[in-house]
């Protein structure tokens, strides 16, 4: 059974509730394989995401950051070994680039690994999304843009929904005709396991040009 966490970006540190599901579901910690958002840029990253999961008791023998250092054979190589794939935050834009230069995204639907991605990362698990300036995206033109496709859905992370619902609706009608939009702001997540998708936070859903806010599931 597949699982597939798409985060927003939290303040501090994954909340104590949400890290125990997070231990229950990663089971296998030999390797975690780390997606960069800015794959020309060589600094240290991830570290933000990394220390969360170290906050949340979860470490791993291994880490490997994927980004223009790593030659893309060996970088699918990375993905097709690690136990968890995560897709960091940061520029959607050049992450979705880099995913689709590398054709990562076929490695990463075969995988069997837990898969997490935040903000930009969790936008570019999805199916498609909305790469608008209006939804503060740095494009003059707005175009629909692939994602990896773990799930036939879109997202929206890390925005701030509850003081632009009008805008949001509008930009993103068209797209919730097609199909489900999940909208969070930070300190969410979405747990997709098998079947069910379960809700941690603040969490919307835009369907058929209506939005609705969810039930949380993950802190009962």
Not at 112 to 126: C, E, K, P, R, T
């Amino acid at each position: 059974m597949k699982t597939h966490y798409y985060l927003g970006w939290f303040s501090n540190f994954i909340p104590e509730d949400l890290a125990r599901v997070l231990q229950e579901d990663i089971t296998d910690t030999k390797s975690i394989a780390m997606i960069s958002s800015n794959p020309a840029i060589y600094e240290e990253e991830g570290a933000t995401e990394r220390s969360w999961l170290d906050v949340a008791g979860i470490a791993f023998d291994e880490y490997d950051l994927i980004n223009y250092q790593v030659q893309k054979g060996d970088a699918q190589a990375l993905i097709q070994k690690a136990s968890v794939i995560f897709l960091l935050g940061g520029n959607p834009v050049k992450q979705n680039e880099f995913l689709m230069e590398y054709e990562l995204s076929e490695p990463i639907k075969q995988s069997n690994a837990v898969v997490m991605g935040a903000s930009a990362g969790a936008i570019n698990m999805a199916a498609k999304w909305l790469c608008s300036k209006k939804l503060g995206f740095e494009v003059e033109t707005s175009s629909l843009i692939e994602g990896v496709g773990l799930d036939d859905f879109s997202v929206l992370s890390h925005y701030d929904l509850e003081n632009n619902t009008d805008l949001v609706l509008s930009e993103l009608s068209p797209l919730s005709q097609e199909m489900d939009i999940y909208a969070s702001n930070k300190d969410c997540a979405i747990r997709v396991k098998g079947d069910q998708i379960d809700i941690y936070g603040n969490v919307y859903v835009i369907s058929n040009s209506v939005i609705l806010k969810l039930d949380e599931t993950l802190n009962l």
